[in-house]
């Protein structure tokens, strides 16, 4: 800091450099594709890898999935093509059809037995593998159902056709065999696309890049071979291999994909760049910093692994109601079977096909996946939108959020300095000569506000015979005037007097004033302040208007803070509180009954982070405040609060439309399914039951995917 500007500050506390963004500091692991982690509530899927009802998607989660859904799409098509036969040998549909003697052979009956047996082994084969699971963990759930139905449908129909008096059920078998097939390949694939966002963050990593050698030749190399400290040529239009600074060239990279900022951002030598971002017309040469585990991608989709992977209050909700289901489920089809047979006098095989058809219809299958979903979409939508959720508890509690501390520097200003306001004393001289005089001076200092001045022109005119006045400002010769910029002590100093109302004006709003002379007359003065960003009245605004508290925690003097809150409209400040008071802060809010959210970006904040209800780091922060943070932000914008709390609501709204539809449901179908309105000729077979039940998985995954519209 240059110490000829040192009275410049007045009573004013010069806002700290914004650090740089340290991409490092989003969390820690490597490229687990976590943001495809599918809990199934209580159903597993058997050999396919769904343990306790969860998809582990490590590094070859997608891949797993994938063959999945192929692995489905395959048993429904030769399970389909095998029911054709089976429905034409069936007594059933040939009476129905009216052709039993055309197609009645000798030895019909065991073609058809055989036939239904392939169906059942090698199509059901998920579905009993699954019950195995599941009694294994003694969490019978949607597996134990279709097993149940479809194996006593098995059982009970072969002993029909060796011998056993009564009728055979191999159609519904192997109809509601294909239909549930048919169901989970859909779901599988709906699972698939909502993660598939997050697969594209994975594959943003080019697979090679071009390393500079020592001697300037260029060497293409795999991504793996790249070190921290090695150089690397990016040319227009490529990926950029890995976090690095730019040390050569200048362009604009597009960091949608990262951060999900819309507009390119201009790079040039010193700046920060982000591996996976797309260069733009211009060439660059990058020194490597992070690679691999540690870069910003890397940690990205960790922290979205961890957001999958942490507990979600509304899942153990959804998790507990699809058990009693299963629970309601086994025991309304042993009450069902028992009142067809002993109360209402009808034949084994009617209450039988009743029995199978609750239990088809009731599967808990749209419950549990009512919330994995949703979450999988959100946790999608979120990282593309530059939101790291670490802690989903805390994502969901912020639709509740009744009042929002914000960290002043660097949050809601931009934690630099700029002019706001030009004071002319002099007519004859306009407000752009008089900048372009106080910027030629200044540009020679390294002080925040001579910087901030030389900033305010784009190309200030040589200054000659520079010299600084210690204490009191700067001088030198511009264009032939001598022109002086200094403090308000110097004018008192050498009697120079002034009547301006401005000025005291200025000084009440704790703002830093600086004078110009040139060739000894008093030209007209500058005010300096934190710069506030423009995005932080409109978030303030909307936040307002969701009825929410506005509030800042700042160090500053009371007059910056007053001026501050002033401008952007918040209801309330906190001013001079030093860094061990901010937890304190939080709580004394906390304390009014007030659920409180606090928003920063430094190392002081980490305590008040952790104390509120819901921490959210903003992009600049230092790897203390990320590590205490439930929510990141990885731009510095106050309006992506807001997009953190339009997103919680848009969720559990989802979710709880979710969960009433998968439980309402229910509620209708398995008296349905029972026979309820056998009376009126409406009678439910266990293939219609699993269409139904089909249908309802379908409605939950569509309506998860509305969330990308909705929020």
Known sequence: MNPTHASHDGDHDAPAKAPEHDHGAHGHGDHGHGAHRHNHGAHGHGDHGHDDGAHGHGAHGHDH????????????????????????????????????????????????????????????????NGLFSELRKRQPGMMTLISVAITTAYVYSSAVVF?????????????????????????????????????????????????????????????????????VLVRPGEKIPADGVVVQGQSAVNEAMLTGESVPVNKKEGDVVIGGAINGEGSLILEVQKTGSESFLAQVIDLVRQAQESKSKTQDLANRAARWLTFVALGGGALTLFVWIVLMDQPFDFALERMVTVMVIACPHALGLAVPLVVAVS?????????LIRDRSAFEAARNLQAIIFDKTGTLTEGRFGITDTLLFDQALTEDELLRYAAAVEAHSEHPIAQAIAAAVERPPAVENFNAIPGKGAEGTVEGREVKIVSPGYLKEHGIAFDDPRYEELSEQGKTVVFVLIDGRLVGALALADVIRPESREAIAALKRMGIRTM?????????????????????????VLPHQKAEKVKEVQARGLTVAMTGDGVNDAPALAQAD???????????????????????????????????RATYRKMIQNLWWAAGYNIVAIPLAAGVLYQLGLLLGPAVAAVFMSASTVIVSINARFLKIER
């Open 163 to 231: 011998g056993l008096a009564g009728k055979i059920f191999f159609w519904e078998l192997a109809t509601l065999i294909d239909v549930m097939l048919l169901g989970h390949w859909i779901e599988m694939k709906s699972v698939l696309g909502a993660s598939r966002a997050l697969d594209e963050l994975a594959r943003l990593m080019p697979s090679e890049a071009h390393r500079v050698q020592p001697d300037g030749s260029v060497v293409d190399v795999p991504l793996d071979q790249l070190q921290a400290g090695d150089r």
């Open 65 to 128: 999935h994938a063959m999945m859904v192929e692995d489905f799409r395959k048993r429904f098509w030769i399970s389909l093509l095998l029911t054709l036969p089976i429905l034409a040998l069936s007594p059933m549909i040939q009476g129905f059809l009216g052709i039993e003697e055309a197609l009645r052979f000798p030895g019909d009956r065991y073609v058809l037995w055989a036939l239904s047996s392939v169906v059942f082994f090698y199509g059901g084969w998920p579905f009993l």
């Open 379 to 387: 946790t999608a939508l979120s990282a593309q939108n530059g939101l």
């Open 614 to 648: 819901v921490g959210i780091a903003v992009g600049a922060g230092t790897d203390v405040a990320i590590e205490t943070a439930d929510i990141i932000l990885v731009r510095s914008n106050p309006k992506d609060v807001l997009a953190v709390l339009r997103l919680s």
């Open 552 to 576: 800042m925690l700042t160090g500053d003097n009371r007059k910056v803070a007053a001026w501050v809150s002033q401008q952007i409209g918040l209801d309330e400040y906190f001013a001079e």
